[in-house]
T-cell receptor, first 112, second 115 residues
Framework: GQQLNQSPQSMFIQEGEDVSMNCTSS?????WLWYKQDPGEGPVLLIA???AGELTSNGRLTAQFGITRKDSFLNISASIPSDVGIYFC????????????WGAGTKLIIKP | EAQVTQNPRYLITVTGKKLTVTCSQN?????MSWYRQDPGLGLRQIYY???????DKGDVPEGYKVSRKEKRNFPLILESPSPNQTSLYFC??????????????FGPGTRLLVL
């Protein structure tokens, strides 16, 4: 099945730095979701986007639904140690609203 | 406490020995789903269910079965496990049959090793 292209695969950053990651698709999406997975746990929803151009924040996190409806971005400002984990993008397209299509994840590692 | 529970959390088994991973949610959710997570591949959907007695295949259903006899439970059955089913499995649920674009709650995961 289709998978979203998520980049980068991993990021090594210093505490306090800003982080950006993105997700692209070859087809138009109706919904974009961003999840975070902590080690040893299941993913937890961070932000949900439902309209092209929508910009939504959740604390230090900001995500945008791309105007073309084929991409989405997640930014984390002033990273802290508890931001480490794997961030997944996911979404639904016109093929099915009952199945989420997932990116492969971006692993965030904070350098001590 | 609202939650999705899975059992067992860890399982080592041998090829061909039938096993069941249970999933239960206490939030009266209509939509439930099973995923497997493999390195570099993210999460891939195995099966999903929009309500009791309604199940459908996801992207990677081969080798798996599910049932939804009650709203709260959605067991995953491996009739004859093979080593390529070694993976980390997640059960998830969301409130409405509108689907997974509603907030999905994930269980803690079941790590399966098939020898």
């Amino acid at each position: 099945g289709q998978q979203l292209n998520q980049s980068p695969q991993s990021m090594f950053i210093q505490e306090g730095e800003d982080v950006s990651m993105n997700c692209t698709s070859s087809s138009i999406f109706n919904t974009w979701l961003w999840y975070k997975q902590d080690p040893g746990e299941g993913p937890v929803l961070l932000i949900a986007l439902y309209k092209a151009g929508e910009l939504t924040s959740n604390g230090r996190l900001t995500a945008q639904f791309g105007i073309t409806r084929k991409d989405s971005f997640l930014n984390i400002s002033a990273s802290i140690p508890s931001d480490v984990g794997i961030y997944f993008c996911a979404g639904t397209n016109g093929d099915s609203n009952y199945q989420l299509i997932w990116g492969a994840g971006t692993k965030l590692i904070i350098k001590p | 406490e609202a939650q999705v529970t899975q059992n067992p959390r860890y399982l080592i088994t041998v090829t061909g020995k039938k096993l069941t991973v249970t999933c239960s949610q206490n939030m009266n959710h209509e939509y439930m789903s099973w995923y497997r997570q493999d390195p570099g591949l993210g999460l891939r959907q195995i099966y999903y269910s929009m309500n009791v007695e309604v199940t459908d295949k996801g992207d990677v259903p081969e080798g798996y079965k599910v049932s939804r006899k009650e709203k709260r439970n959605f067991p995953l059955i491996l009739e004859s496990p093979s080593p390529n089913q070694t993976s980390l499995y997640f059960c998830a649920s969301s409130l409405e049959a509108g689907g997974p674009q509603e907030t999905q709650y994930f269980g803690p995961g079941t790590r399966l090793l098939v020898l």
